[in-house]
């Protein structure tokens, strides 16, 4: 394609917009593609939407008193694929990303962003609450996982309530969003040692505050709705045997996963709400960028290197959000390093243990019928947990070691090594 010239004329795609503070949120929910731009890209936008050339946008900002370059405006949109026309050319766009469960209309759960589903729901939510606050032996306990005397027959239903409930807590985020217009995408991913499902409502950026947070508080909501309906099963109810025990169990596996959404440094359903608030457009990439910038330095100062440092990436925030990105770096740091240390000093060895355990019970000679049921369903459960986690990480990471990898190193003529690969 030709380069864009003065008059060049475009046809710009339907955009999704919301002002922050001091710009605006602009971008292509089918794409999920979004971006932070200065009030005057927004006037830039709607101009070139009227259709007017390059040149007469650029004149017409001149006489408010803003001089933009429109020509590298207009490529920059190009490259966002926010243009569907340059010239009365068409441009050959990204395709929409396909969203999970196409079929759910926002005319079906525009309800859950009524006012009335909050109330109902922390109504729910109060009414457990009351209900354990009135006979303590409803709160839960960490017996109550252990439900049968059958190890294995534990580990396996725990696990599929466990994935029950985290389905359910994505499709409330899936829901709500869609309830604004909005397709969101369900799928897996890993935070650190964790396998995480994770629902991608980016689209929610251009949504009034309101929404934005009940799409983001939606997950937790519903694992407290899950547990305050199982105590007050068991309060009003009153079964026994096993039922009993699966609600009790039910209760605590909706209630380990919230204090894991505090766990901000692992951009959580929390780390959302924390990054609304505080008005950043991405605490955690910012967040990363200073943390860089300030180990790099501190290795300069180490070293005494006296070359001029790189610039502070935080100088070009906003000071609002140079606070919260600076106080977010080291939240993000010592955050990661307590959860690794105890994965490295607790989880993975335990689970390494369990996991030889089995294998002896399945080689001895002297195991039952229950011993070998027991060794399988922690074979199963472990085994295929970590296999799911490999296999989502090299999904996300497997390009990065394989370009790495293909990396070769030959000398030249000048001296330094040359990357090609």
Same mark, same amino acid.
């Given at each position: 394609? &030709?380069?864009?010239?003065?008059?060049?004329?475009?046809?710009?795609?339907?955009?999704?917009?919301?002002?922050?503070?001091?710009?605006?949120?602009?971008?292509?929910? +089918?794409?999920?593609?979004?971006?932070?731009? /200065?009030?005057?890209?927004?006037?830039?936008?709607?101009?070139?939407?009227?259709?007017?050339?390059?040149?007469?946008?650029?004149?017409?900002?001149?006489?408010?008193?803003?001089?933009?370059?429109?020509?590298?405006?207009?490529?920059?949109?190009?490259?966002?694929?926010?243009?569907?026309?340059?010239?009365?050319?068409?441009?050959?766009? /990204?395709?929409?990303?396909?969203?999970?469960?196409?079929?759910?209309?926002?005319?079906?759960?525009?309800?859950?962003?009524?006012? *009335?589903?909050?109330?109902?729901?922390?109504?729910?939510?109060?009414?457990?609450?009351?209900?354990?606050?009135?006979?303590?032996?409803?709160?839960?306990?960490?017996?109550?996982?252990?439900?049968?005397?059958?190890?294995?027959?534990?580990?396996?239903?725990?696990?599929?309530?466990?994935?029950?409930?985290?389905?359910?807590?994505?499709?409330?985020?899936?829901?709500? *969003?869609? =309830?604004?217009?909005?397709?969101?995408?369900?799928?897996?991913?890993?935070?650190?040692?964790? %396998? *995480?499902?994770?629902?991608?409502?980016?689209?929610?950026?251009?949504?009034?505050?309101?929404?934005?947070?009940?799409?983001?508080? *939606?997950?937790? =909501?519903?694992?407290?709705?899950?547990?305050?309906?199982?105590?007050?099963?068991?309060?009003?109810?009153?079964?026994?045997?096993?039922?009993?025990?699966?609600?009790?169990?039910?209760?605590? %596996? !909706?209630?380990?996963?919230?204090?894991?959404?505090?766990?901000?440094?692992?951009?959580?359903?929390?780390?959302?709400?924390?990054?609304?608030?505080?008005?950043?457009?991405?605490?955690?990439?910012?967040?990363?960028?200073?943390?860089?910038?300030?180990?790099?330095? %501190?290795?300069?100062?180490?070293?005494?290197?006296?070359? !001029? /440092?790189?610039?502070?990436? !935080?100088?070009?925030?906003?000071?609002? +959000?140079?606070?919260?990105?600076?106080?977010?770096?080291?939240?993000?740091?010592?955050?990661?390093?307590?959860?690794?240390?105890?994965?490295?000093?607790?989880?993975?060895?335990?689970?390494? %243990?369990?996991?030889?355990?089995?294998?002896?019970?399945?080689?001895?000679?002297? !195991?039952?019928?229950?011993?070998?049921?027991?060794?399988?369903?922690?074979?199963?459960?472990?085994?295929?947990?970590?296999?799911?986690?490999?296999?989502?990480?090299?999904?996300?990471?497997?390009?990065?070691?394989?370009?790495?990898?293909?990396?070769?190193?030959?000398?030249?003529?000048?001296?330094?090594? &040359?990357?090609?690969?």
């Amino acid at each position: 394609m &030709k380069p864009v010239s003065g008059a060049t004329s475009v046809l710009v795609c339907p955009l999704r917009m919301r002002s922050a503070r001091g710009g605006w949120i602009v971008g292509r929910v +089918e794409t999920g593609t979004f971006v932070a731009v /200065p009030p005057v890209a927004v006037r830039a936008i709607e101009l070139l939407s009227e259709g007017r050339t390059v040149d007469a946008v650029r004149a017409m900002l001149l006489a408010e008193g803003q001089d933009v370059d429109v020509a590298t405006f207009v490529t920059t949109l190009l490259g966002l694929g926010f243009l569907s026309q340059v010239d009365g050319r068409a441009i050959v766009l /990204p395709p929409p990303l396909r969203p999970t469960l196409p079929w759910l209309r926002a005319r079906h759960v525009r309800w859950l962003l009524h006012p *009335a589903a909050a109330w109902a729901t922390a109504g729910i939510v109060v009414a457990g609450i009351v209900a354990v606050l009135a006979d303590r032996s409803l709160f839960p306990g960490y017996r109550d996982l252990i439900w049968s005397d059958s190890g294995g027959a534990v580990m396996l239903g725990n696990t599929a309530i466990a994935w029950a409930i985290i389905a359910m807590h994505e499709l409330a985020h899936l829901a709500t *969003a869609r =309830a604004a217009d909005v397709p969101g995408r369900m799928s897996l991913s890993t935070r650190l040692h964790f %396998l *995480a499902a994770q629902t991608d409502v980016t689209g929610v950026w251009t949504e009034p505050r309101r929404t934005r947070l009940t799409v983001y508080l *939606a997950g937790a =909501a519903v694992n407290l709705s899950i547990a305050a309906i199982a105590i007050l099963t068991l309060a009003v109810a009153q079964p026994t045997g096993l039922t009993e025990r699966l609600l009790a169990a039910t209760v605590l %596996l !909706s209630l380990i996963p919230i204090p894991f959404e505090c766990l901000v440094f692992m951009r959580t359903d929390a780390y959302f709400v924390l990054q609304d608030l505080t008005g950043c457009t991405n605490l955690y990439a910012d967040g990363t960028a200073y943390f860089r910038y300030t180990t790099a330095r %501190l290795w300069r100062r180490l070293r005494r290197v006296h070359h !001029s /440092p790189a610039a502070d990436p !935080s100088r070009r925030l906003p000071a609002h +959000e140079r606070r919260a990105v600076r106080a977010y770096a080291l939240v993000l740091v010592i955050g990661t390093a307590i959860c690794l240390t105890v994965a490295a000093s607790t989880v993975l060895p335990a689970a390494l %243990l369990l996991l030889v355990r089995a294998v002896e019970t399945l080689v001895a000679d002297t !195991s039952t019928g229950a011993d070998l049921f027991d060794a399988v369903a922690v074979i199963a459960v472990l085994g295929g947990f970590h296999l799911l986690w490999a296999r989502t990480w090299w999904q996300r990471h497997g390009h990065r070691v394989r370009r790495t990898r293909n990396v070769t190193t030959t000398p030249t003529e000048e001296g330094p090594l &040359k990357e090609r690969g």
